[in-house]
């Protein structure tokens, strides 16, 4: 398995690590991050799921709260998915040498 870290919260200290990686095997986006809170899942039931989905949150999926300022890490951690499914598509593999480091 090839995951690539891409970045961790800025603000981070030692009890808190919000932290974003990819798997440049399939360009899954992983995230360590906050557990949200009653009333941020409650906020999320009430907006509801969208048109042909159970209002529910399954047992095998949560919630989760990624802080704001985390929005350029999740960017290049989505254009770096993106570049490995481009370059596994043309038959390349992961021969890019990858960059590791924070946004």
Do not use: Y
């Amino acid at each position: 398995m090839a995951i690539r870290f891409v970045g961790i919260d800025p603000e981070t200290g030692q009890g808190n690590s919000p932290t974003v990686w990819v798997d440049e095997e399939n360009g899954d986006l992983l995230v360590q991050t906050f557990v949200a809170d009653e009333a941020s899942v409650n906020g999320v039931l009430a907006a509801g799921h969208g048109p042909d989905h159970e209002n529910t949150i399954p047992a095998h999926e949560g919630v989760f709260r990624i802080p704001a300022r985390m929005v350029p890490i999740l960017r290049k951690a989505c254009d770096e998915a993106e570049r490995s499914q481009l370059l596994r598509d043309a038959g390349l593999g992961d021969q890019h040498g990858g960059s590791s480091g924070t946004a």
